[in-house]
């Protein structure tokens, strides 16, 4: 069974630009979950979709958005981007977003901003 | 809003000894779920142990077990016969009902051969 996929793994983007980032869930899940992760802050919670719709957001500004498709994976986009989103972006996919289940995560899509 | 705190930063141990990884949490519900994962330099987060927070007995993983004190709100992980592999960021993580994993600031674990 696959695992979580993420891409890309790396990108290099300058500050202003806007950047997309995919997330492949493990089939059948139909959950996903975006994590940003700095040394600074730790790992913090972007948002949820579940069966296409977002469920659940985290408190980041709006030029952070996302989308599920109807096969699961989700995008998420940054616009207008800034030096202090340099970050890997860790995805986690689910089942239903079920506690007992727990989540699966992606290896991350390091994103540096010059 | 529910919090995760590891006091501990950086933790080291021998290779073949046990070392405990520290984690309390703050929250007001009763039914919830705890977590520990591993994140190595590969930094795929991997689970390693979860518990409901119902069940009383500690959950238990192999070498990994937890001690959990609910009433404390302490939920510790235990690594026995500690091995070169098992270095790496140890985060500690909490949820319940269909709120995100609320994670803690991470304890790094070296293992000295």
């Known amino acids: 069974k696959a695992g979580v996929t993420q891409t890309p793994r790396y990108l290099i983007k300058t500050r202003g630009q806007q950047v997309t980032l995919s997330c492949s869930p493990i089939?059948?899940?139909?959950?996903v979950s975006w994590y940003q992760q700095t040394p600074g802050q730790g790992l913090q919670f972007l948002f949820e979709y579940f069966s296409e719709t977002q469920r659940n957001k985290g408190n980041f500004p709006g030029r952070f958005s996302g989308r599920q498709f109807s096969n699961s994976r989700s995008e998420m986009n940054v616009s207008t981007l800034e030096l202090g989103d340099s970050a890997l972006y860790l995805c986690?996919?689910?089942?239903?977003?079920?506690?007992?289940?727990?989540?699966?995560f992606g290896s991350g899509t390091r994103l540096t901003v010059v | 809003a529910q919090t995760v705190t590891q006091s501990q930063p950086e933790m080291s141990v021998q290779e073949a000894e046990t070392v405990t990884l520290s984690c309390t949490y703050d929250t007001s519900e009763s039914d919830y779920y705890l977590f520990w994962y591993k994140q190595p330099p590969s930094r795929q987060m991997i689970l390693v142990i979860r518990?409901?927070?119902?069940?009383?007995q500690n959950a238990t993983e192999n070498r990994f077990s937890v001690n959990f004190q609910k009433a404390a709100k302490s939920f510790s992980l235990k690594i026995s016969d500690s091995q070169l592999g098992d270095a790496a960021m140890y985060f500690c993580?909490?949820?319940?009902?269909?709120?995100?994993?609320?994670f803690g600031k991470g304890t790094r674990l070296s293992v000295i051969a």
């Open positions: 518990q409901e927070a119902y069940k009383q």
């Open positions: 986690a996919s689910s089942e239903q977003g079920a506690r007992d289940a727990g989540y699966t």
């Open positions: 993580a909490y949820n319940s009902g269909n709120t995100p994993l609320v």
């Open positions: 089939s059948g899940h139909r959950s």
